[in-house]
Protein backbone atom coordinates (compact mmCIF):
# COMPACT_ATOMS: atom_id res chain seq x y z
CA UNK A 1 0.00 0.00 0.00
CA UNK A 2 1.26 3.49 -0.76
CA UNK A 3 1.39 6.34 1.50
CA UNK A 4 0.34 9.56 0.34
CA UNK A 5 3.41 12.36 0.01
CA UNK A 6 1.46 14.67 1.52
CA UNK A 7 1.08 12.10 4.70
CA UNK A 8 4.37 11.62 4.80
CA UNK A 9 5.51 14.81 4.73
CA UNK A 10 3.59 15.36 8.59
CA UNK A 11 5.64 12.44 9.30
CA UNK A 12 8.57 13.99 10.35
CA UNK A 13 6.86 17.28 12.40
CA UNK A 14 4.47 14.74 14.21
CA UNK A 15 7.19 12.64 15.53
CA UNK A 16 9.81 15.73 16.71
CA UNK A 17 7.00 17.42 18.40
CA UNK A 18 6.07 13.92 20.30
CA UNK A 19 10.15 13.40 20.64
CA UNK A 20 10.67 16.51 22.21
CA UNK A 21 7.95 16.41 24.73
CA UNK A 22 8.99 12.87 25.43
CA UNK A 23 12.55 14.14 26.39
CA UNK A 24 11.42 16.98 28.34
CA UNK A 25 9.33 14.80 30.61
CA UNK A 26 12.21 12.33 30.77
CA UNK A 27 14.44 14.80 32.24
CA UNK A 28 11.86 16.96 34.53
CA UNK A 29 11.04 13.39 36.23
CA UNK A 30 14.81 12.43 36.40
CA UNK A 31 15.38 15.95 37.94
CA UNK A 32 12.35 15.12 40.69
CA UNK A 33 13.80 11.40 41.30
CA UNK A 34 17.36 12.51 42.42
CA UNK A 35 15.72 15.57 44.35
CA UNK A 36 13.62 12.87 46.33
CA UNK A 37 16.56 10.34 46.53
CA UNK A 38 19.01 12.91 47.99
CA UNK A 39 16.08 14.25 50.27
CA UNK A 40 15.79 10.55 51.79
CA UNK A 41 19.46 10.17 51.96
CA UNK A 42 19.80 13.68 53.54
CA UNK A 43 17.07 13.75 56.15
CA UNK A 44 17.98 17.50 57.07
CA UNK A 45 17.16 18.96 54.18
CA UNK A 46 13.50 19.20 55.04
CA UNK A 47 14.33 22.12 56.66
CA UNK A 48 14.88 24.56 54.14
CA UNK A 49 14.27 27.89 56.37
CA UNK A 50 16.53 27.06 58.43
CA UNK A 51 19.55 25.73 56.28
CA UNK A 52 18.57 29.22 54.53
CA UNK A 53 18.99 31.43 57.22
CA UNK A 54 22.07 29.67 57.67
CA UNK A 55 23.36 30.19 54.47
CA UNK A 56 22.69 33.54 54.24
CA UNK A 57 24.26 34.21 57.63
CA UNK A 58 27.75 32.64 56.84
CA UNK A 59 27.93 34.23 53.57
CA UNK A 60 26.76 37.99 55.21
CA UNK A 61 29.36 36.89 58.12
CA UNK A 62 31.78 35.73 55.67
CA UNK A 63 31.93 39.03 53.50
CA UNK A 64 32.20 41.40 56.91
CA UNK A 65 34.86 39.09 58.27
CA UNK A 66 37.26 39.88 55.04
CA UNK A 67 36.12 42.91 54.83
CA UNK A 68 36.80 43.93 58.14
CA UNK A 69 40.19 41.96 58.14
CA UNK A 70 41.03 44.85 55.16
CA UNK A 71 40.79 47.39 57.09
CA UNK A 72 42.55 46.08 60.34
CA UNK A 73 45.18 45.38 57.03
CA UNK A 74 45.30 41.90 57.67
CA UNK A 75 44.96 41.26 54.15
CA UNK A 76 45.40 42.81 51.15
CA UNK A 77 42.73 44.00 48.70
CA UNK A 78 43.32 41.27 46.18
CA UNK A 79 42.56 38.94 48.60
CA UNK A 80 38.87 40.52 50.03
CA UNK A 81 37.89 41.70 46.64
CA UNK A 82 38.17 37.65 45.21
CA UNK A 83 36.93 36.52 48.74
CA UNK A 84 33.80 38.76 49.20
CA UNK A 85 32.95 38.06 45.34
CA UNK A 86 32.56 34.45 46.33
CA UNK A 87 30.38 35.12 49.49
CA UNK A 88 28.21 37.40 46.83
CA UNK A 89 27.55 34.89 44.55
CA UNK A 90 26.31 32.90 47.34
CA UNK A 91 23.59 35.76 47.91
CA UNK A 92 22.81 35.84 44.62
CA UNK A 93 21.95 31.95 44.42
CA UNK A 94 19.49 32.82 47.72
CA UNK A 95 17.98 35.85 46.18
CA UNK A 96 17.16 33.62 42.93
CA UNK A 97 15.77 30.69 45.71
CA UNK A 98 13.78 33.62 47.40
CA UNK A 99 11.68 35.41 43.97
CA UNK A 100 10.91 31.87 43.39
CA UNK A 101 9.63 31.51 47.46
CA UNK A 102 11.39 28.56 48.39
CA UNK A 103 11.98 29.90 51.91
CA UNK A 104 9.51 31.26 54.16
CA UNK A 105 6.92 31.42 51.67
CA UNK A 106 4.21 31.94 54.27
CA UNK A 107 6.31 34.81 56.51
CA UNK A 108 6.61 38.02 54.96
CA UNK A 109 8.90 39.70 57.20
CA UNK A 110 11.41 36.77 57.10
CA UNK A 111 10.76 36.85 53.46
CA UNK A 112 11.54 40.35 53.11
CA UNK A 113 14.23 40.23 55.11
CA UNK A 114 15.99 38.10 53.79
CA UNK A 115 15.87 39.80 50.22
CA UNK A 116 16.96 43.09 51.68
CA UNK A 117 19.93 41.72 52.86
CA UNK A 118 21.07 39.65 49.53
CA UNK A 119 20.48 43.00 48.05
CA UNK A 120 22.36 45.15 49.74
CA UNK A 121 25.23 42.38 49.35
CA UNK A 122 24.87 42.61 46.30
CA UNK A 123 24.50 46.69 45.62
CA UNK A 124 24.56 46.64 41.67
CA UNK A 125 21.38 44.97 40.97
CA UNK A 126 17.98 46.21 40.59
CA UNK A 127 15.65 45.60 43.88
CA UNK A 128 14.35 41.74 44.16
CA UNK A 129 10.93 42.56 44.30
CA UNK A 130 11.14 44.38 40.86
CA UNK A 131 13.29 41.54 39.53
CA UNK A 132 11.09 39.07 40.57
CA UNK A 133 8.46 39.96 37.86
CA UNK A 134 11.10 39.97 34.98
CA UNK A 135 12.98 36.93 36.02
CA UNK A 136 9.36 34.98 36.54
CA UNK A 137 8.70 36.90 32.88
CA UNK A 138 11.98 35.25 31.87
CA UNK A 139 10.43 31.36 32.72
CA UNK A 140 8.14 32.36 29.94
CA UNK A 141 9.99 34.38 27.31
CA UNK A 142 13.19 32.19 27.55
CA UNK A 143 15.01 32.35 24.22
CA UNK A 144 12.91 34.94 22.41
CA UNK A 145 13.09 39.40 22.38
CA UNK A 146 10.77 39.59 25.12
CA UNK A 147 13.48 38.14 27.80
CA UNK A 148 14.51 41.38 28.92
CA UNK A 149 16.48 39.87 32.21
CA UNK A 150 18.58 38.19 29.69
CA UNK A 151 19.21 41.04 27.39
CA UNK A 152 19.89 43.50 30.03
CA UNK A 153 22.74 41.31 30.54
CA UNK A 154 24.37 40.80 26.89
CA UNK A 155 22.35 37.99 25.86
CA UNK A 156 21.13 38.69 22.00
CA UNK A 157 23.99 40.94 21.13
CA UNK A 158 26.46 40.28 18.27
CA UNK A 159 28.53 43.23 18.46
CA UNK A 160 31.30 42.19 21.22
CA UNK A 161 32.04 46.04 22.28
CA UNK A 162 28.68 46.43 23.36
CA UNK A 163 28.52 43.05 24.55
CA UNK A 164 31.11 43.45 26.46
CA UNK A 165 29.87 47.09 28.31
CA UNK A 166 26.46 45.24 28.87
CA UNK A 167 28.07 42.38 30.47
CA UNK A 168 30.67 44.94 32.63
CA UNK A 169 28.57 47.96 33.88
CA UNK A 170 24.47 47.70 33.96
CA UNK A 171 23.98 50.85 34.15
CA UNK A 172 25.83 52.06 31.10
CA UNK A 173 24.59 49.11 29.24
CA UNK A 174 20.97 50.07 30.05
CA UNK A 175 21.69 53.81 28.79
CA UNK A 176 22.89 52.30 25.32
CA UNK A 177 20.73 49.91 24.65
CA UNK A 178 17.36 51.39 25.81
CA UNK A 179 16.35 52.92 22.52
CA UNK A 180 16.69 48.95 21.22
CA UNK A 181 14.84 47.55 23.87
CA UNK A 182 11.95 50.89 23.93
CA UNK A 183 11.33 49.10 20.10
CA UNK A 184 11.46 45.49 20.48
CA UNK A 185 10.59 44.70 24.61
CA UNK A 186 6.96 44.95 25.25
CA UNK A 187 5.92 47.50 27.35
CA UNK A 188 9.60 48.59 28.23
CA UNK A 189 10.15 51.61 30.52
CA UNK A 190 13.09 52.63 30.92
CA UNK A 191 12.68 54.58 34.68
CA UNK A 192 10.49 51.75 35.85
CA UNK A 193 14.24 49.92 35.34
CA UNK A 194 16.47 52.46 36.65
CA UNK A 195 13.85 53.54 39.13
CA UNK A 196 14.01 49.44 40.50
CA UNK A 197 17.70 50.12 41.40
CA UNK A 198 16.83 53.30 44.40
CA UNK A 199 18.61 53.87 46.66
CA UNK A 200 21.10 50.95 47.10
CA UNK A 201 22.25 50.40 43.11
CA UNK A 202 22.24 54.63 43.14
CA UNK A 203 24.28 54.68 45.16
CA UNK A 204 26.49 52.12 44.10
CA UNK A 205 27.50 53.38 40.67
CA UNK A 206 27.35 56.94 42.61
CA UNK A 207 30.72 55.02 44.47
CA UNK A 208 32.00 53.68 41.53
CA UNK A 209 32.00 56.39 39.27
CA UNK A 210 33.31 58.84 42.37
CA UNK A 211 36.28 56.69 42.73
CA UNK A 212 37.06 56.11 38.77
CA UNK A 213 37.01 59.85 38.09
CA UNK A 214 38.97 60.86 40.88
CA UNK A 215 41.69 58.61 40.28
CA UNK A 216 41.55 58.83 36.51
CA UNK A 217 42.07 62.24 37.32
CA UNK A 218 44.86 61.89 39.59
CA UNK A 219 46.27 59.42 37.19
CA UNK A 220 46.31 62.14 33.90
CA UNK A 221 47.90 64.71 36.41
CA UNK A 222 49.92 62.57 37.94
CA UNK A 223 48.81 63.15 41.23
CA UNK A 224 50.27 66.58 41.55
CA UNK A 225 46.63 67.85 42.17
CA UNK A 226 45.93 69.81 45.64
CA UNK A 227 42.14 68.36 46.58
CA UNK A 228 40.55 69.96 48.79
CA UNK A 229 40.95 68.02 52.69
CA UNK A 230 37.47 66.88 52.99
CA UNK A 231 37.50 65.10 49.52
CA UNK A 232 40.82 63.18 50.29
CA UNK A 233 38.87 62.32 53.50
CA UNK A 234 36.10 61.35 51.68
CA UNK A 235 37.71 59.15 48.97
CA UNK A 236 39.51 57.54 51.83
CA UNK A 237 36.23 56.38 52.90
CA UNK A 238 35.06 55.32 49.51
CA UNK A 239 38.09 53.63 48.23
CA UNK A 240 37.84 51.45 51.10
CA UNK A 241 33.96 50.84 50.00
CA UNK A 242 35.29 49.76 46.77
CA UNK A 243 37.58 46.78 47.65
CA UNK A 244 34.86 45.42 50.55
CA UNK A 245 31.85 45.64 48.52
CA UNK A 246 31.93 47.53 44.66
CA UNK A 247 34.80 45.82 43.14
CA UNK A 248 33.77 42.26 44.36
CA UNK A 249 30.43 42.93 43.14
CA UNK A 250 32.14 44.26 39.73
CA UNK A 251 33.79 40.81 39.70
CA UNK A 252 30.90 39.08 41.27
CA UNK A 253 28.37 40.40 38.18
CA UNK A 254 31.00 40.01 35.20
CA UNK A 255 31.14 36.55 35.54
CA UNK A 256 27.62 35.61 36.11
CA UNK A 257 26.83 38.01 33.07
CA UNK A 258 29.55 36.33 30.92
CA UNK A 259 28.13 33.00 31.75
CA UNK A 260 24.67 33.27 31.72
CA UNK A 261 24.27 35.85 28.53
CA UNK A 262 26.85 32.77 26.92
CA UNK A 263 24.18 29.94 27.83
CA UNK A 264 20.93 30.96 27.26
CA UNK A 265 19.52 30.77 23.48
CA UNK A 266 18.62 33.67 22.07
CA UNK A 267 16.08 33.40 18.27
CA UNK A 268 14.91 29.91 16.99
CA UNK A 269 13.71 28.37 20.43
CA UNK A 270 10.47 26.53 20.69
CA UNK A 271 10.92 24.59 23.46
CA UNK A 272 12.76 23.86 27.14
CA UNK A 273 15.04 21.79 25.45
CA UNK A 274 16.52 24.79 23.07
CA UNK A 275 16.21 27.31 26.34
CA UNK A 276 19.88 27.18 27.26
CA UNK A 277 23.02 24.57 26.94
CA UNK A 278 24.94 23.61 30.00
CA UNK A 279 28.39 25.19 30.14
CA UNK A 280 30.67 23.24 31.97
CA UNK A 281 33.68 23.52 30.31
CA UNK A 282 36.91 23.65 32.22
CA UNK A 283 37.99 26.73 30.24
CA UNK A 284 34.22 28.52 32.24
CA UNK A 285 35.87 27.32 35.70
CA UNK A 286 37.31 30.97 36.76
CA UNK A 287 33.92 32.10 36.03
CA UNK A 288 32.11 29.99 37.52
CA UNK A 289 33.83 30.33 40.75
CA UNK A 290 32.12 33.69 41.29
CA UNK A 291 29.23 32.93 40.17
CA UNK A 292 28.28 29.38 42.18
CA UNK A 293 28.54 26.78 39.29
CA UNK A 294 25.68 28.60 37.55
CA UNK A 295 26.51 27.72 33.87
CA UNK A 296 26.66 23.88 35.10
CA UNK A 297 23.64 23.57 36.58
CA UNK A 298 21.04 26.65 35.58
CA UNK A 299 19.84 24.54 32.90
CA UNK A 300 18.28 22.12 35.74
CA UNK A 301 16.27 25.09 37.08
CA UNK A 302 14.71 25.53 33.44
CA UNK A 303 13.26 22.08 33.70
CA UNK A 304 11.88 22.40 37.88
CA UNK A 305 12.19 26.00 38.61
CA UNK A 306 11.23 25.36 42.24
CA UNK A 307 14.35 23.60 43.85
CA UNK A 308 16.78 25.00 46.05
CA UNK A 309 20.29 25.83 44.39
CA UNK A 310 22.29 23.47 46.71
CA UNK A 311 19.60 20.48 45.46
CA UNK A 312 20.97 21.37 42.47
CA UNK A 313 24.72 21.17 42.79
CA UNK A 314 23.93 17.77 44.76
CA UNK A 315 21.67 16.36 41.99
CA UNK A 316 23.88 18.04 38.34
CA UNK A 317 26.48 14.83 38.40
CA UNK A 318 22.73 12.29 37.96
CA UNK A 319 20.89 14.79 35.94
CA UNK A 320 23.45 16.17 33.63
CA UNK A 321 24.34 12.99 31.79
CA UNK A 322 20.14 12.54 31.35
CA UNK A 323 19.82 16.10 29.86
CA UNK A 324 22.43 15.21 27.24
CA UNK A 325 21.39 11.84 26.13
CA UNK A 326 17.55 13.63 25.98
CA UNK A 327 18.93 16.64 23.26
CA UNK A 328 20.15 19.43 25.57
CA UNK A 329 22.81 20.95 24.26
CA UNK A 330 25.98 21.11 25.80
CA UNK A 331 28.86 23.57 25.56
CA UNK A 332 27.49 25.34 22.32
CA UNK A 333 30.36 28.02 22.20
CA UNK A 334 29.28 28.39 18.33
CA UNK A 335 26.22 29.97 19.06
CA UNK A 336 28.34 33.07 20.21
CA UNK A 337 29.50 34.13 17.20
CA UNK A 338 25.69 34.61 15.92
CA UNK A 339 24.30 36.30 18.99
CA UNK A 340 23.44 33.13 20.83
CA UNK A 341 20.87 31.78 17.93
CA UNK A 342 19.87 28.57 18.41
CA UNK A 343 20.49 26.39 15.47
Given amino acids: MLIPSSYIKLIPSDMTTATTRNNIQHIVNEIKLQERLIRQRYTFLKYQNQISILILLLSFIGMVGIGTLYVLEQVPAFTC ?13 LEHDLIHKQYFKTNTFAHNTMLLIVWLMRPNTINPWYRRRIHLHHHKTSGSSQDIEERLVGNGIKNPLIRAIVIADGLLGLLLMQKRYRKEVNGFRFFALFNAGFPITTCYFAILYSALLYHSVNLIEGNTLAWPLWLVATMDWVDMLMVVLILPNVLRSICLNFVTSSMHYYGGVSNLLEQTHVLNHWLMTPFQLFCFNFGATHSIHHFVPN ?10 AKV ?24
Avoid: C
Fill in 81 to 93: IVIAAIFASISHE
Fill in 307 to 316: QPFYIRQLIA
Fill in 320 to 343: LPVMKRHGVNFNDFKSLKNANLYT
